[in-house]
């Protein structure tokens, strides 16, 4: 049933962009820390080539993820089909997170439309695509997408954000700090 590869082939990419929400995994080191597990949605995912994925990661009450990679940059996105034939798609990798104002960010974020509420991009280098059956989801009907994030975010303004970030997003909720931890760190000192 489930076949692995070393990188995206054509039928995964065009799999992935009929995708209306996406999963992402994560986890500390620590056998006692918590694995985290996001549903992402919006059009937030690039491509950049078979063996590198992006996404645009949007303020949320936590920053598991970005704890997670600056600790040790496992990572895993999960796709699934919600109709059409069954399929679920897993692209296991090494990420990284990329903040505003650096060159990384310069030369990424124009493969965006940057919503209200873009706090940083993740950058996924991966190792392992691997596709299974799927045979067992049941059909959804896509709707549509929630706004609320993008207006709350926008209620708030850019120091609004900020300060948001310095109280919801400096550490995991394990303790181990966030990139937009260490940056506040740094902008404070």
Known sequence: MGKSF???????????AKQHIFFVGSAPLSEEGHVNLSPKGHDVLRILSANEVAYL????SGNETSAHLEENGRITLMFTALDGPPMILRLYGKGHVVLPGTPEWEKLSPHFTLLPGARQIFVIHVHEVKASCGYSIPFYTYEGERNTLQNWATKQGEQGLIEYWQEKNVTSMDGLQTTIGQKLSADIV
């Open 6 to 16: 070393k990188a995206l082939l054509p039928e995964h990419v065009a799999f992935i």
């Open 57 to 60: 990661d949007l303020t949320g």
